[in-house]
């Protein structure tokens, strides 16, 4: 059984640019919750999908939004890039308990 | 004051030794606490999950909570070289894969061979 995936591992994009990253949850996992880590400091929720639906949003702008698709992956767009997107991205699936298993992670660099 | 504080370290201890490893936090309304390690460019691993106060053993590791003084700690016996990784401790308010998880900053554990 896979774990969860991500898609890409790297990139590297410009000020200004626009990205997308991608998720594919554990098998039977339903729900998808996106974190953002910056160097040195823990994961901070950005926001959860379930049933192809915002559920929940941490304290993160417009500029990032996302999707969830009838298979459960799930993307995540941030537009406008800045400086301090910089980061690891960090996709976790969850059935409906409290075990949320995370995948490798996304490092986005903005130059 | 952040929701969760936790010490970045590093730390750095031989290998055989006993590492603890705390978070404190100021939300009273945290019920369910975990600690995960993530090894450099990896994701977080979950290692221990507990609810409310008490200790939970696992092989090497131990995680007690202390609600009261609203304190948390990991326990590594005998340490080994490949526990080197950094250890983050999130916590949550209800039982659900639905709630969001608040995350110290992680601590820095390297074990010397």
């Known amino acids: 059984d896979a774990g969860v995936t991500q898609s890409p591992t790297h990139l590297i994009k410009t000020r200004g640019q626009q990205v997308t990253l991608r998720c594919s949850p554990k098998?039977?996992?339903?729900?998808v919750s996106w974190y953002q880590q910056a160097l040195g400091q823990g994961p901070q929720f950005i926001f959860q999908?379930?049933?192809?639906?915002?559920?929940q949003r941490g304290n993160f702008p417009d500029r990032f939004s996302g999707h969830q698709f009838p298979n459960y992956s799930s993307e995540l767009n941030v537009n406008a890039l800045l400086l301090g997107d910089s980061a690891l991205y960090l996709c976790?699936?969850?059935?409906?308990?409290?075990?949320?298993?995370f995948g490798p992670g996304t490092r986005l660099t903005v130059l | 004051q952040k929701e969760v504080e936790q010490d970045p370290g590093p730390l750095s201890v031989p290998e055989g030794a006993i590492v603890s490893l705390n978070c404190t936090y100021s939300?009273?309304?945290?019920?369910?606490f975990m600690w995960y390690r993530q090894y450099s460019r990896k994701g977080p691993e979950l290692l221990m999950y507990t609810y409310s106060s008490g200790n939970k053993e696992d092989g090497r590791f131990t995680a007690q909570v202390d609600k009261s003084s609203k304190y948390i700690s990991l326990f590594i016996r005998d340490s080994q070289p490949s526990d080197s990784a950094t250890y983050l401790c999130a916590m949550s308010d209800t039982n659900s894969g639905n709630t969001p998880l608040v995350f110290g900053k992680g601590t820095r554990l390297s074990v010397i061979a």
């Open positions: 098998s039977g996992h339903d729900t």
């Open positions: 976790a699936s969850s059935p409906d308990h409290n075990e949320q298993f």
């Open positions: 999908y379930y049933e192809e639906e915002e559920r």
């Open positions: 939300n009273s309304a945290f019920q369910y």
